[in-house]
């Protein structure tokens, strides 16, 4: 059973850092490009971050610069450091896998506010 579970959310000010990490299981972790995406309420699901099983990474325009994708092949989990949160980060994370198929995670919730 493939499982991404998410952790590191939370409430944080504007201007202050959280690191966000995803667990997986039930895959070959190495084989997979694995990303963030985030949905906010109301709005669309869109990609963060994407770090390929190569290495590679992508990032949306709006967190170039702030966020920093990384993974550990190891312990199959990806991670994404993200510096100067404003308060238009606010919105559910996801973690997301794909090699051929693809898996989500539950989410976990961001909120910058002062």
């Known amino acids: 059973q493939v499982r991404l579970v998410e952790s590191g959310g939370g409430l944080v000010q504007p201007g202050g850092s959280l690191r966000l990490s995803c667990e997986a299981s039930?895959?070959?972790?190495?084989?997979?490009?694995m990303g963030w995406y985030r949905q906010a309420p109301g709005k669309q699901r869109e990609l963060v971050a994407y770090i390929a099983n190569s290495g590679g990474t992508n990032y949306a325009d709006s967190v170039l610069g702030r966020f920093t994708i990384s993974r550990d092949n190891a312990k199959k989990m990806v991670f994404v450091q993200m510096n100067n949160l404003k308060p238009e980060d606010t919105a559910v994370y996801l973690c997301h896998a794909r090699y051929g198929g693809e898996y989500w995670g539950q989410g976990t919730q961001v909120t910058v506010s002062s």
């Open positions: 039930g895959i070959r972790f190495n084989l997979f490009d």
